[in-house]
């Protein structure tokens, strides 16, 4: 056995940092976290004790992701489980936008991070938000907050298992937005990438019908639209 993990060690300099990062975010999803604490400190001492760099590594990658998304994901579920029970009805949150996406509909098409109150780290989607809106503006909305409806019809596309695989721990149907302060730094880069995607997607379509067929197969090629 320790021949043949000394060879992938080898080959794989690097296996054991991925495999404890696999399983430091499998154990905070599952919300297991105490159990990957605890293995991974474990596989931490041992592994300078014996010496096997490989089990350092892995500890440190469980541990790392652990911390990195244990909280995020405990917030989510602080979120959805009294929504899965009742909806929430209208609130008010405040945070920061962190993605937009070009979507209509019942989708939502912007991201806010909740800064604030019990809620705080959860993500929630947002349903036709201003179009002044840009990626890093801190915001305060105030609208329904809710999960999709089960599956009730074979075959039927499932928004509540969309929701949950895209983070998301619930959706605001918004009535009403004000903006909370400056712009956050961090997500600068994002906000001018945003902005010059929208000055690119009207230069393709200059020209066309709005709306016509020719300008959402431009959109589509140029931009993933």
Known sequence: MAAWWTGI?????????VAGCFLGILLAETGLSPWAAVGALLLVVLGWRWPRPQLVLFGVGCLVLWLAHGQ??????????????????????????????????????????????????????????????LPGDRIVVRGRLFLPERVRNPGEWDRRAWVRRTGLAGVVEVDRVAEAGSPEPWLLPRRWAWGWRGDVGRAVVHGLEPGSREAALIRALVLGD
Not at 9 to 17: D, F, N
Not at 125 to 133: T, V
């Open 72 to 133: 995020r994901f405990a917030a989510q579920e602080r979120v959805r489980a009294p929504l899965a029970r009742n909806p929430a009805g209208v609130v008010e949150l405040s945070g920061t936008v962190t993605r937009l996406e070009e979507r209509s509909g019942p989708l939502p098409s912007a991201r806010l991070k909740i800064m604030e109150g019990p809620w705080r780290g959860a993500q929630v989607g947002l349903i036709s938000p201003p179009d002044h809106l």
């Open 9 to 17: 060690a080898r080959r794989l300099p690097m296996a054991g940092l």
